[in-house]
């Protein structure tokens, strides 16, 4: 090694290919290509230092080695847990807002008001499960179109956004309640008891489709900005 | 090259102790640090140390910086207040099994046990 010369470093081009590499090891987020595009090019310019005349594309495979048999999917898959359970701790946290005076008094009436409404009729649950949907719905699919026609401008996707914009799954939040309107269709019937529960799960329903499709993906910036410092930089 | 499971659940201990007296740090230099520090006797991998270093970020014990190094981005990460004071407790922890386990596996040396 010849110790006046500098050290070999990762050219811009090199860079693009590492984060081709990343995208073709199915790594679609783009915090996360950069992250690991980074890392490799560390290992390989290290490599450099003890021998500048290895090949660049030898040098990444055999940094690539190191990360396992299965490459990136261990960190993609464990990213992705760690960034769904941060948005479900935000979720919660706006939720919890509704819990606390002064907005309990409104949860409070609201629970109250449902419960009057569900005494007159059974089916006024069943009324309101499908307006909840339908709402939703269309709430979900105007976010997602506006969200992706901004993926196609930046041509970056960041992990926290997509989950943020996948509105947690409202789907499965609706498996209970739409069992329940089986039920209840079937008795014909509600029980002293069941009608409280239901007007608290109703009002439970709105609110938290109300934090996931408005509260969260309008203050997305907010928390996207915490999230990834470079996210501003990027997407300028 | 050691990299045995024993290792396995001191990994976050470890990168917590580095963060605290190194400030802040990135992934790569991590593993090179731990490599030099224990001569190549341990090795943490890739494929473990981001998963560990995501999953204290989520739970709000690591802060993370971006900055522009050789025209790359490159990510640090740093003890929040709260991650300071849990590195506290997690090496208390980690002291404390290192004593137990010294006591286990080699009673001589403990003198309580000495008559």
Redesign the interface.
């Known amino acids: 090694m010849n110790k006046n010369k500098a050290p070999k ?2 050219t ?1 081009a090199q ?1 693009e290919r590492l984060f081709r590499f990343t995208r073709e090891h199915f790594v679609e987020h783009y915090d996360l290509q ?6 490799l ?3 390989i310019e ?1 490599r450099w230092v003890q021998n500048s005349g290895l090949d660049f594309e030898e040098a990444l495979q055999a940094e690539f080695k ?3 048999v ?1 490459g990136f999917s ?2 993609v898959e ?2 992705q847990n ?2 769904t ?2 948005y479900y701790k935000l979720l919660w946290g706006y939720f919890k807002n509704f819990l606390h005076l002064p907005q309990f008094l409104g949860t409070f009436t609201a629970v109250a008001a449902v419960y009057v409404l569900l005494q007159l009729s059974p089916y006024i649950y069943i009324l309101f499960l499908f307006s909840i949907m339908v709402v939703s719905i269309i709430k979900l699919f105007k976010l997602k179109k506006g969200y992706n026609k901004k993926v196609k401008q930046s041509g970056h996707r960041w992990l926290l956004e997509d989950i943020i914009f996948s509105c947690g799954g409202f789907g499965s939040m609706l498996y209970l309640p739409i069992q329940l309107s089986l039920h209840i269709y079937e008795e014909r019937e509600m029980s002293a008891l069941l009608t409280p529960v239901l007007a608290i799960l109703i009002v439970a329903i709105i609110l938290f489709e109300y934090v996931a499709l408005y509260i969260l993906p309008n203050k997305a910036q907010k928390h996207l900005l915490e ?4 996210y501003s ?1 990027i997407e300028e | 090259m050691k990299n045995s499971p024993l290792y396995k659940g001191s990994l976050t201990t470890i990168i917590m102790k580095l963060l605290e007296e190194n400030g802040r740090m990135y992934g790569y230099e991590i593993t090179q640090k731990v490599k030099k520090t224990t001569n190549g006797e341990l090795n943490i991998t890739e494929g473990a140390l981001y998963p560990a270093l995501h999953k204290l970020e989520a739970e709000g014990l690591l802060d993370v910086e971006v900055a522009k190094v050789d025209n790359r981005m490159r990510k640090y990460y740093k003890l929040t207040e709260s991650g300071k004071k849990e590195t506290v407790n997690r090496l208390e922890e980690l002291e404390e099994f290192i004593r137990n386990m010294q006591t286990l596996v080699n009673p001589k040396t403990n003198p309580d046990l000495q008559f």
């Not at chain 1, 950069?34 to 890392?39: G, K, N, Q, S, Y």
């Not at chain 1, 999230?227 to 470079?230: K, R, S, V």
Request: hydrophobic share 45%.
């Open positions: 470093k990762i811009a860079m950069a992250e690991l595009a980074d890392h090019a560390n290992a290290e190191k990360f396992g299965f261990d960190i464990k990213r760690a960034l359970k941060k999230t990834y410092p470079e930089i």
